[in-house]
C-alpha cells in the first residue's frame, strides 16, 4: 500500500510541476523543473520509477491538450520512456554502489533524458539542417539535444542531487539506505 501511495505521490507532484510552469516545461528550450524528482528513483527504486513514468504521461497529454492546442503520441510516448528508461537506469546502478555514483548517475539520467527528448523535438519541429544554439551554429539534431542537455542538467544533475542530498540527510525514509 505504500508503494502504491509514494508512485501516486510521485506522479501528481510531477505533473502538477510540469503543468504549473509550463511555460519552462516545453519547447526546445527548458528547464523541467519537475525532472528534479528524476534522481529520487535512486533512493525510491518502483514506487518513483512507475510515479515518474505516469506523471510525464498524464503531463504531457494535459498540456498538450491545455497549452498548445492538442497532444502528440510522440510526446506522450516518447517524454514517458525518457523518464521511465532515466529512472530505471539510475535506480539500477546505484543498486550496490549508490553513494559513491550518485553524481555520475544523474548525468548519465539527464543524457538519457536529453537523447531522447532532443531526438523527438528535433522530428516534431520540422529537422532543421542547422540551428543556432546560444550564438553557435550547429547541426539540427545536435542542437535539440544540447539545448535540452542545458536544461536537463540545471533540474536533474543540480536541483536533483540536491533534493535527493536534502532527503538522505535529514533521515526521511526511502526505500532503500543510501
Do not use: E
Not at 501528481?12 to 526546445?28: E, K, Q
Not at 510522440?74 to 539500477?92: E, H, P, Q, R
Not at 553557435?136 to 536533474?156: H, K, Q, V
Amino acid at each position: 500500500m505504500r508503494r502504491i501511495a509514494l508512485a501516486s505521490m510521485f506522479a501528481a507532484v510531477y505533473a502538477v510541476l510540469v503543468v504549473g510552469l509550463a511555460p519552462v516545461s516545453f519547447l526546445p528550450f527548458q528547464v523541467r523543473f519537475a525532472d528534479a524528482l528524476i534522481p529520487l528513483s535512486i533512493a525510491y527504486g518502483w514506487p518513483a520509477i512507475i510515479g515518474l513514468t505516469i506523471g510525464c504521461t498524464v503531463s504531457n497529454f494535459i498540456a498538450g491538450q491545455a497549452f498548445f492546442g492538442g497532444w502528440t503520441v510522440i510526446d506522450v510516448v516518447g517524454g514517458s520512456l525518457a523518464n521511465f528508461l532515466a529512472c530505471f537506469i539510475g535506480w539500477k546502478i546505484c543498486l550496490k554502489h549508490a553513494k559513491k555514483i550518485i553524481f555520475p548517475t544523474t548525468i548519465l539520467q539527464s543524457i538519457i533524458v536529453s537523447m531522447i527528448v532532443g531526438s523527438y523535438l528535433w522530428y516534431i519541429f520540422g529537422a532543421p539542417q542547422y540551428y543556432n544554439l546560444y550564438s553557435l551554429t550547429l547541426p539540427g539534431l545536435p542542437a535539440f539535444i544540447l539545448s535540452i542537455f542545458i536544461g536537463s542538467f540545471i533540474s536533474i544533475v543540480i536541483l536533483g542531487n540536491i533534493l535527493l542530498t536534502a532527503i538522505i540527510r535529514t533521515g526521511f525514509p526511502t526505500q532503500k539506505k543510501i
